[in-house]
Structure formats: structure tokens, C-alpha cells
């Protein structure tokens, strides 16, 4: 008898662990300057049972003075708004997809509208907006939404006091709203065009529901091994996207953003810095650029 309670003695101790948050994405410990900072790896789109956080990034942000974010998701105001319309919108009297040749039109508004993109919406919208929309039905699919997105729940716990136990947590963006979306942006219309055509062309063949599967798998394992093997697939990926992926999403933004990051560091003690987990692995990663800086990085999971 004492074998199948042992059995069922370890299945209700993994429950409990479940329960109270298990170890996703990356955490390390930066110290420098006489201070201490926990930095974060994040996914922008989530589901319901990546919470309550993990014990150990939860009591972080207990003691922490500040939380710093890429951008705060909470923070939308309509002039956001205007902004997105911006840089995501042609212009009025731009011809838009209607500039294409014929052909290609037709094939590009048949595999959007195939994905339920309306035809508005692919008269009006930039080739690198659709992208975004074509990628955010992809995690949808799979079961994970923008609602549930790792730094919108750490931005909600800042400004609800964490959970309700005591004063709002001060939340310092990195970047901004409208710098991220010019780098959207950057790429010519063309360019643009022509990576919403591979785009539509791996969703096709099955391939880009696979590697957002396996990010999202390695985000939910804390899997090392597996986020490195990501690591290697972006450094070795010379399509379009992904070598905007590489060179302008991460590589671009990781020098400003691991400067503003040791500035905090010498400036408070016991921060958290999250940011989207892909900005953490790699050969150009914050914690390297981090230890280039003289800074000692350690990494807890």
C-alpha cells in the first residue's frame, strides 16, 4: 500500500506547485553598482494559466521600487491612437495594395480574406500591420491572446498596488509607443509586400504555426535548451523577416535598451526589468550586452 500513496502523495505536491506558479520564460539577477535587479523574459500573448506568476519573480515584485517595461501596455491614450493610424494606415490617396500588379493583388487579398482579414482592412492597413494581425491569429489558435500577455499582467499588478497588498508599483517605459512603431515601419512598401507574401507562404505550409508553437512550448518550460535552438533558427534566417527580425527588432533595440537598463541598475536598488523574452537569448542578448558592460549577470532559470 505504501508505494500508491507515495504515487499519489508526490501527484498532489506537483498539483501544489502548478498551483502557485511555475517556473516560464527567463529570469536573471544583475548586479552591479552595489545593486540588484531581476530581469525578465516576457510573451506578449498569454493564457489564463500562466498566473499566478512564479514564487520567485512574484517576490521580486513585492520588493521591488520600480517595474520597467518595453512600453506600458496599460498606458493607451487617443493619441496613441493617432499614432498607430500613423505609421499602420496608408496615407489618403495612396493607392495601396491597388499599386500591385493584378495578379498578385488577387492572390494576396485571397489568402488574407482566407484568414478572416476583411477586405477594408487589406485596402487600408500597411503590409506590416497585416503581419501583425496574421501573427496574432496564429497564437489565438493556439490558445494564447494579447489579454493575457505576460507585460500586461505585470503592468496591471504595478498599477493595482500587486494585487491589491499596498501602494502602486511606478512603472518605467524603455522605449516608447512611437518608436516602436517606426521601426515597424522601416522597411520599404515592397519590402513590406514581399514579407507578407512569405509570411502567407509559411502559414501555408504549416511552418509558422510550428515555430510560434515552439516559442510558446519553450516560454511555458523555461526551456534553455530550446530557446537557444530559436536563438540559432533567427541567426541563421536571412529571409525578409527574418532578417528585420534580427537586425532591427532585437539586435537594434537590445544596445539602447541594456544602456537604459544599467542606468537603472546604478540608479535603484531591486528593480524589475521585463522585456520580451526573445531580447534575452542569443549571442546579442541584454545579458550578454549586460556582462560586456561590466556588469555581472546570473541567470536563475
Not at 81 to 99: E, K, Q
Not at 192 to 202: C, G, I, P, S
Not at 250 to 264: F, Q, T, V, Y
Request: net charge neutral; with cysteine.
Amino acid at each position: 500500500m505504501r508505494h500508491p500513496i507515495i504515487v499519489v502523495f508526490l501527484a498532489l505536491f506537483l498539483m501544489a506547485c502548478q498551483a502557485v506558479g511555475a517556473e516560464r520564460g527567463a529570469l536573471f539577477r544583475v548586479t552591479g553598482h552595489g545593486h540588484t535587479l531581476h530581469l525578465y523574459g516576457t510573451i506578449h500573448a498569454g493564457r489564463a494559466g500562466f498566473y499566478p506568476l512564479e514564487p520567485r519573480i512574484a517576490q521580486a515584485l513585492a520588493a521591488a521600487p520600480a517595474l520597467a517595461l518595453e512600453i506600458d501596455p496599460s498606458a493607451y491614450t487617443p493619441a496613441m491612437t493617432a499614432t498607430l493610424s500613423r505609421y499602420a494606415v496608408f496615407a489618403p490617396g495612396s493607392p495601396g495594395i491597388a499599386a500591385l500588379a493584378p495578379e498578385r493583388r488577387s492572390r494576396i487579398e485571397a489568402a488574407l480574406m482566407q484568414h478572416g482579414i476583411a477586405r477594408e482592412d487589406i485596402a487600408g492597413l500597411k503590409p506590416w500591420m497585416l503581419v501583425t494581425m496574421l501573427a496574432q491569429r496564429e497564437a489565438a489558435a493556439l490558445g494564447y491572446v494579447a489579454e493575457y500577455g505576460v507585460d500586461v499582467h505585470l503592468a496591471r499588478l504595478a498599477h493595482e498596488g500587486r494585487e491589491g497588498r499596498g501602494r502602486p508599483l511606478r512603472v518605467v517605459e524603455l522605449e516608447t509607443w512611437e518608436y516602436q512603431l517606426a521601426l515597424f515601419d522601416r522597411l520599404t512598401d515592397e519590402q513590406q509586400w514581399r514579407l507578407l507574401e512569405e509570411t502567407l507562404a509559411e502559414m501555408a505550409s504549416g511552418r509558422q504555426r510550428q515555430e510560434t508553437r515552439a516559442l510558446f512550448d519553450a516560454y511555458e518550460r523555461a526551456d534553455q535548451e530550446a530557446l537557444e535552438a530559436i536563438a540559432r533558427r533567427i541567426d541563421s534566417d536571412d529571409s525578409i523577416g527574418g532578417a528585420y527580425l534580427r537586425q532591427v527588432v532585437l539586435h537594434e533595440r537590445n544596445g539602447p535598451m541594456a544602456d537604459k537598463i544599467a542606468s537603472l541598475l546604478a540608479r535603484e536598488d531591486k528593480a524589475v526589468v521585463a522585456v520580451g523574452l526573445l531580447h534575452l537569448i542569443g549571442k546579442h542578448s541584454l545579458p550578454e550586452l549586460l556582462r560586456k558592460r561590466g556588469i555581472k549577470v546570473e541567470r536563475i532559470y
